[in-house]
């Protein structure tokens, strides 16, 4: 029934309707304007974007004094975290039978490389990779341990009580990404370019996210109201899996754990949403 009324809502927007006022209740209209604004989402992320790129690795990076290894560092935990992005995408689809669902299935073919001019987004990160002097068996490696994190994730017991959680953090940190990547992709990629001498193909991919990921941002925005409403997740409910997902700076976590071990930084969670 939820992937018929899914699919029912696709049908209805793709084919010019407004969104389908019948499958909204009185209910849902009233947990909306209960609902966590965009204001307070984007808030949510601002501080771990900007204390990343404050951070002194960051820093180091865009200003040319990495060591050779160092970037060839940051490239695969870069590499690791986004390879299987399609994947994680296709599983948050799964969790959206509603009006919103159409732009992660958009996003989704976007990664694939099945709508536009761009490639398969993880062809990019193999042109990363191997313009960074990665060889044929390290980019397999690095392939791997991207599936082997997913492996783990599937094996083991869910970190949170219910599915729905889970999905709601997957979500969280998925548009947490999109939203630090529409900001700094840009001169990331410039800097690899520029300092480290990566070719313009090498560093498509930091390009492509600098461009598209500012769309991709502002719709996460959508997909994450929608998603709030869509299981009547209240704030109190919201915060307690916020802070969960992000016990630290999951962008320094994810690019940076080397220095991150050395040097804790700010956690995310003790940053409060806006108005609260």
Not at 149 to 165: D, K
Not at 176 to 183: D, I, K, M, P, T
């Amino acid at each position: 029934m939820a992937l018929a009324r899914g699919l029912i809502y696709e049908a209805a927007v793709d084919a010019g309707w407004d969104e389908p006022l019948s499958m909204h209740s009185q209910t849902d209209k009233q947990w909306e304007a209960l609902m966590i604004t965009a204001c307070e989402i984007q808030e949510m992320y601002r501080p771990a974007a900007v204390d990343f790129w404050r951070y002194p690795a960051t820093q180091h990076l865009v200003r040319g004094g990495l060591s050779e290894q160092e970037v060839r560092t940051f490239i695969a935990n870069v590499f690791r975290t986004h390879f299987t992005s399609p994947h994680i995408l296709a599983f948050l689809y799964s969790s959206m039978p509603s009006h919103t669902s159409g732009l992660l299935r958009n996003n989704l073919l976007e990664e694939l490389g099945l709508t536009g001019d761009g490639p398969a987004h993880p062809l990019l990160l193999l042109d990363l990779a191997e313009g960074a002097g990665f060889t044929k068996a390290e980019l397999f490696q690095l392939m791997g341990e991207s599936h082997d994190h997913i492996r783990r994730v599937c094996s083991g017991p869910l970190p949170f009580p219910t599915l729905q959680a889970f999905y709601l953090s997957v979500l969280l940190e998925t548009e947490a990404f999109e939203f630090l990547l529409s900001r700094y992709a840009g001169p990331l990629g410039a800097a690899l370019h520029t300092r480290y001498g990566l070719t313009r193909q090498a560093v498509c991919w930091f390009d492509l996210h600098a461009e598209a990921d500012i769309r991709h941002a502002e719709e996460g925005l959508q997909v994450l109201a929608d998603f709030l409403a869509f299981y009547r997740i209240g704030p109190d409910e919201f915060e307690k899996t916020r802070r969960a997902t992000f016990q630290a700076n999951v962008f320094l976590q994810r690019d940076f754990p080397e220095a991150l071990s050395a040097t804790p930084t700010p956690k995310l969670a003790e940053t409060p949403l806006c108005g609260s």
